[in-house]
């Protein structure tokens, strides 16, 4: 089956460490994002990547990095420059060509919480 | 002012009962998308659209750009359909969504 899988579901850090959060896709699609969800906020935007090898700033990139060595991997990392890490983060692909007339499709979400 | 504006935020309905949900945006758009959003997280994309009207099942979507306005609408609602939807905008040659804050909609039986 297509899709696009993050783990874990549910992940705990304290308060000063760093933490990856892992997105695969196996749509062949070439861009890929990561959002952060927020209690009565709309999905925001953190970073995102058209391309391997290249990736651009978000709304609020600040406190977080992403690498896109591979096509079918996007990992966010947060780190402890991140001031409120604690939110739901969800990543998401679509394929290249004509902007957003293509879909996204969305993965399941990683739901992280800083002690 | 968000460029993505939903209403109802909140939305309690009885089982059968025709649902419309409203989205304004202030932004030029390529595309308008209607999301889902289950109670584990997980979300599924119901339409994208941009012109004139689609429909799939018991799901209308409808978009009037000169108005810069869309409203989905559910037929004969059921509780399988509670949910929070999400309209979002694309904007640009880079694809990317400008998000509403969702709409919660429970359908009591």
């Known amino acids: 089956d297509g899709g696009i899988t993050q783990s874990p579901k549910y992940l705990f850090r304290k308060e000063g460490q760093n933490v990856t959060l892992s997105c695969e896709q196996n749509?062949?699609?070439?861009?890929m994002y990561w959002y952060r969800q927020d209690p009565g906020q709309g999905l925001r935007l953190i970073y995102y990547?058209?391309?391997?090898?290249?990736?651009q700033k978000g709304d609020i990139a600040e406190g977080y990095s992403v690498s896109r060595e591979k096509k079918e991997s996007f990992p966010l990392t947060v780190t402890s420059a991140q001031k409120n890490p604690t939110a739901f983060y969800l990543c998401?692909?679509?394929?290249?060509?004509?902007?957003?007339?293509?879909?996204?499709?969305f993965g399941p979400g990683t739901r992280l919480t800083v002690l | 002012k968000n460029e993505v504006e939903q209403s109802p935020q909140n939305l309690t309905a009885q089982e059968g009962e025709f649902i419309t949900i409203n989205c304004s945006y202030s932004?030029?758009?390529?595309?308008l998308h209607w999301l889902q959003q289950h109670p584990g997280g997980g979300i599924v994309s119901l339409f994208m659209?941009?012109?004139g009207k689609k429909k799939h099942g018991r799901l209308i979507a409808t978009i009037n750009i000169q108005e810069k306005h869309s409203s989905l609408h559910i037929t004969a609602s059921h509780p399988r359909d509670s949910a929070v939807y999400i309209c979002?905008?694309?904007?640009?040659?880079?694809?990317?969504?400008?998000f509403g804050k969702g709409t919660k909609l429970s359908v009591k039986p």
């Open positions: 998401a692909s679509r394929r290249r060509g004509v902007s957003s007339y293509n879909e996204q499709f």
């Open positions: 932004v030029g758009i390529s595309a």
């Open positions: 990547s058209q391309i391997v090898n290249d990736f």
């Open positions: 979002a905008v694309g904007e640009g040659s880079q694809g990317n969504l400008i």
């Open positions: 659209l941009s012109s």
């Open positions: 749509l062949n699609h070439d861009a």
